[in-house]
């Protein structure tokens, strides 16, 4: 099963940040967040992870309280491009498999 | 690279036929897993394999449901007797074993639909 939670959707309008919530209450000291989308009919796409410091890259943001126990991925300036479904994923070490919850369905309105 | 390549795109097949789907991973990343993805279970993963060696099928639906890694270049998931509820859409992601983290590269997926 999943270790998080997410809100199932949100909306954003064109050119304002998204910012999309996960809780990850039972998180483990050796576990990382990952971040994920699918937009429709396309295969997941990673965007970021990280384990207890913040990230950035080209594509987000990536939040985590100091307790672990909930992240913010936040996309700066949100597209119609990033309208997706958006999986926040416990993971552990190495190569342990990615374990997809339902995700939070973003649409980024005009 | 041309990233995880999935063949085919879409398959329509009746009950009872055998389907096999293909994937090819990145060159050089050695982890594989299979997924499949339908409206009412969201994306559950299969199996998955390390260096080519099954580690957990335990998501493997069925005895109708099999997979192989021949070599570090290639995998199938084979689904025989086919069934209507096996309809869904499957997707192949791998990635680089290693001592950090890494990210999984999915394929485009195969849209599976059996009348």
Same mark, same amino acid.
């Given at each position: 099963?999943?270790?998080?939670?997410?809100?199932?959707?949100?909306?954003?309008?064109?050119? @304002?940040?998204?910012?999309?919530?996960?809780?990850?209450?039972?998180?483990?000291?050796?576990?990382?967040?990952?971040?994920? @989308?699918?937009?429709?009919?396309?295969?997941?796409?990673?965007?970021?992870?990280?384990?207890?410091?913040?990230?950035?890259?080209?594509?987000?943001?990536?939040?985590? %309280?100091? #307790?672990?126990?909930?992240? %913010?991925?936040?996309?700066?300036?949100? %597209?119609? @491009? #990033?309208?997706?479904?958006?999986?926040?994923?416990?993971?552990?070490?190495?190569? %342990?498999?990615?374990?997809?919850?339902?995700?939070? @369905?973003?649409?980024?309105?005009? | 690279?041309?990233?995880?390549? =999935?063949?085919?795109?879409?398959?329509?097949?009746?009950?009872? =036929?055998?389907?096999?789907? *293909?994937?090819?991973?990145?060159?050089?990343?050695?982890?594989?897993?299979?997924?499949?993805?339908?409206?009412? *279970?969201?994306?559950?993963?299969?199996?998955?394999?390390?260096?080519?060696?099954?580690?957990?099928?335990? !998501?493997?639906?069925?005895? *109708? /449901?099999?997979?192989?890694?021949?070599?570090?270049?290639?995998?199938?998931?084979?689904?025989?007797?086919?069934?209507?509820?096996?309809?869904?859409?499957?997707?192949?992601?791998?990635?680089?074993?290693?001592? !950090?983290?890494?990210?999984? /590269?999915?394929?485009? !997926?195969?849209?599976?639909?059996?009348?």
């Amino acid at each position: 099963d999943a270790k998080t939670t997410q809100p199932p959707s949100m909306d954003c309008a064109e050119g @304002r940040a998204a910012n999309l919530p996960c809780n990850h209450s039972t998180i483990s000291g050796n576990e990382y967040v990952y971040w994920y @989308r699918q937009i429709h009919s396309q295969g997941p796409q990673y965007i970021i992870h990280g384990l207890k410091n913040n990230e950035t890259n080209e594509m987000a943001s990536l939040i985590i %309280t100091e #307790d672990r126990k909930s992240s %913010t991925l936040i996309l700066p300036h949100a %597209t119609l @491009r #990033d309208t997706a479904v958006y999986y926040c994923i416990v993971k552990g070490r190495g190569n %342990t498999p990615l374990v997809f919850g339902k995700g939070t @369905r973003l649409s980024v309105i005009a | 690279d041309a990233g995880v390549i =999935q063949s085919p795109r879409h398959e329509v097949t009746e009950m009872g =036929q055998e389907v096999t789907l *293909r994937c090819k991973p990145i060159s050089g990343h050695n982890s594989l897993f299979w997924y499949r993805q339908t409206m009412m *279970r969201g994306l559950e993963l299969l199996i998955y394999f390390n260096n080519n060696v099954p580690i957990d099928d335990s !998501g493997m639906p069925e005895d *109708r /449901f099999s997979a192989k890694m021949p070599n570090a270049s290639f995998s199938t998931l084979k689904i025989q007797p086919s069934e209507p509820r096996d309809s869904a859409v499957y997707f192949c992601a791998s990635s680089l074993m290693g001592s !950090g983290n890494t990210e999984a /590269f999915f394929g485009q !997926g195969t849209r599976l639909t059996v009348v």
